[in-house]
Structures are given as C-alpha cells and as structure tokens.
T-cell receptor, first 111, second 115 residues
Framework: GENVEQHPSTLSVQEGDSAVIKCTYS??????FPWYKQELGKRPQLIID?????GEKKDQRIAVTLNKTAKHFSLHITETQPEDSAVYFC??????????FGAGTRLFVKA | GAGVSQTPSNKVTEKGKYVELRCDPI?????LYWYRQSLGQGPEFLIY????????DSGLPNDRFFAVRPEGSVSTLKIQRTERGDSAVYLC?????????????FGPGTRLTVL
C-alpha cells in the first residue's frame, strides 16, 4: 500500500533560524502535495501546497519543493517565529482520492 | 462564509453504545471526507463521499463503522458497539469538486471518548 514518511519527527530551532521538514512517499501516481499545520487542540490547516507540474512554490516565509523523481517534497520555513511552533503534516494524495497523512513533525521555535 | 462544522464537539460514551457524529460541509462543496486522529498521530483516512455516494470507504476499520450523506450535504458517521480503541478525534473535511488535487478544509473535529 501507500507509504508516507516524514523526517524529522521533532525539530527544535532558535527564533529566526530556518526549518526544513522532508516527506517521502511511495505512490508514483501522487500529483498533489500539501502541507498542513496543526496547533494543539485545533484543526489541521493548509499552509501551502504544490501540484506536480511545478518544482517549487513560495508564500512569504514558507516554501515547498518537490522532487517527483525521488518521490519526496519538503517544507521550508525561513525566519521562524514562536507562533510557527506546531505539528506539521504532509499529506500527498494517492492515485485515487484517498489522502495519506504523514505521522507529523513537531516544530519548536525557541524565543 | 461559514466553514466546516462538526457536532458534537465532545462525546463521551460507554463501551458497547452506539454513537452518531455529524458534519456540515462548506456550502456548495461536493466532496466530503472523514478522518480519525489518535493522540500524537496524523489523521487517518476513513471514507470519501462525492455527492451522495461513498466513492472510497477503504479506510473504515470494520463493519461497526458506517457513514451516510443522503442529500449530498450533511454527513453522519455512525459507530456501533463502540470499543475503547475507538476513542479519538474524528475530523471531517470538504472540498469544492473532490478532484484529487482539491484543497480540503477541515472541521474542528469531534473528540470521542469511550469509557
């Protein structure tokens, strides 16, 4: 079946530093690659997504890069702030309509 | 406009009881998804509706779980003979067209506790 892995599981950075989270997937038919942020007790919220016809997308301090050949995509957060502290999930689609979430990366940004 | 809503926000029940969890998607969204999220884990896909029909129910763990969406809007997830292992947050999401590249918008979830 489909396999989605995220690394690292926990990431601690100093405020102002960059954070990078990597997601690997197994389904070669995947063509939609979103990242969600989930704060404690809250719902997952989409922060950025990319479709397979592009290799990189930026939105202010957040970017996503995609390597379809190697089947991985990464979330990049620059100039991290304490409010970036949360759990981040990658959730590539499968060849159908099922979405498989990674196990999550807990990001701590120390002030 | 209003986002995805779910009721109740919390449900405590006893082992063996029947529960119903409700999801109101964003108006006009044809696709609706149910997920289950256990503590410290990512959401786990349960079922996907396109309109009134369940297009993919491969994530339902067993036949105690059933979901309906009779008019293509509100959906109800039904769990029979609840077990302690069913305790989790049940999340609902909707998307406009339900294509595989559509953005999904999540509701706040229903926290189910089975004693």
């Amino acid at each position: 079946g489909e396999n989605v892995e995220q690394h690292p599981s926990t990431l601690s950075v100093q405020e102002g530093d960059s954070a990078v989270i990597k997601c690997t997937y197994s389904d070669s038919a995947s063509n939609y690659f979103p990242w969600y942020k989930q704060e404690l007790g809250k719902r997952p919220q989409l922060i950025i997504d990319i479709r397979s016809n592009v290799g990189e997308k930026k939105d202010q301090r957040i970017a996503v890069t995609l390597n379809k050949t190697a089947k991985h995509f990464s979330l990049h957060i620059t100039e991290t702030q304490p409010e970036d502290s949360a759990v981040y999930f990658c959730a590539p689609n499968t060849g159908g309509f099922k979405t498989i979430f990674g196990a999550g990366t807990r990001l701590f940004v120390k002030a | 406009g209003a986002g995805v809503s779910q009721t109740p926000s919390n449900k405590v029940t006893e082992k063996g009881k029947y529960v119903e969890l409700r999801c109101d998607p964003i108006s006009g969204h044809t696709a609706l998804y149910w997920y289950r999220q256990s503590l410290g884990q990512g959401p786990e896909f349960l079922i996907y509706f396109q309109g009134t029909g369940a297009a993919d129910d491969s994530g339902l763990p067993n036949d105690r779980f059933f979901a309906v969406r009779p008019e293509g809007s509100v959906s109800t997830l039904k769990i029979q003979r609840t077990e302690r292992g069913d305790s989790a947050v049940y999340l609902c999401a909707s998307s406009f067209q339900g294509t595989s590249t559509d953005t999904q918008y999540f509701g706040p979830g229903t926290r189910l506790t089975v004693l």
